[in-house]
């Protein structure tokens, strides 16, 4: 059976990065408490990609719906590093191309973020949603995101 990790294997880390923050042997912070913590995640993880890593959304809106994670605790998506942030993007592509290879039936993906308690945030360690999407699993999916304002969605 193929895995999340097969295709991180292959994957090079990017280049031409002027972060000099080291991920690479451990944590930078953790905070105890927090379900999203790398230390307290670690069971749950399907994949990792330099400075983040990867779970299954423990409440999923679809099949195959994952968390992107720094491993360093911070609040939300405008702390993230210009290398958290690659490395976020790069963690993406690996799972869409895993679930895409492995799932036939999906043929969509909506990424979402949540940043701050109006905007929906309820744990404030930065995680990004990857949300496959299949036809019909919803009458009408046009506004995609802008559905977190349900007026807003038909425009």
């Given amino acids: 059976m193929k895995t999340f990790k097969s295709f991180a294997q ?7 990065n002027k972060d ?3 991920f690479r042997n451990g944590l930078v912070e953790s905070v105890e408490d927090c379900p999203f913590c790398y230390e307290n995640a670690k069971d749950r993880i399907v994949d990792e990609y330099n400075s983040v890593f990867a779970i299954k959304d423990e409440f999923p ?3 195959g719906h994952s968390l992107i994670i720094p491993k360093r605790h911070i609040s939300d998506y405008f702390s993230l590093t210009e290398a958290e942030k690659r ?3 790069k963690l993406i592509q690996i799972l869409r191309k895993w ?3 492995n799932d036939s039936t999906v043929t ?3 990424i979402g973020v949540n940043s701050g308690e109006s905007a929906g945030q309820t744990i404030f360690h930065c995680h990004i949603h990857l949300i496959p999407r ?3 699993d919803t009458p009408n999916p046009r506004g995609g ?3 977190a304002i349900p007026d807003k969605m038909g425009y």
Avoid: K, L, Q, Y
Avoid at 10 to 16: K, L, V
């Fill in 10 to 16: 292959s994957a090079t880390a990017p280049s031409g």
């Fill in 20 to 22: 000099d923050t080291d």
């Fill in 61 to 63: 809106v679809s099949e």
């Fill in 87 to 89: 490395d976020s993007d």
């Fill in 99 to 101: 679930v895409s290879e």
């Fill in 108 to 110: 969509g993906f909506n």
């Fill in 134 to 136: 299949r036809d019909g």
């Fill in 145 to 147: 995101v802008r559905g």
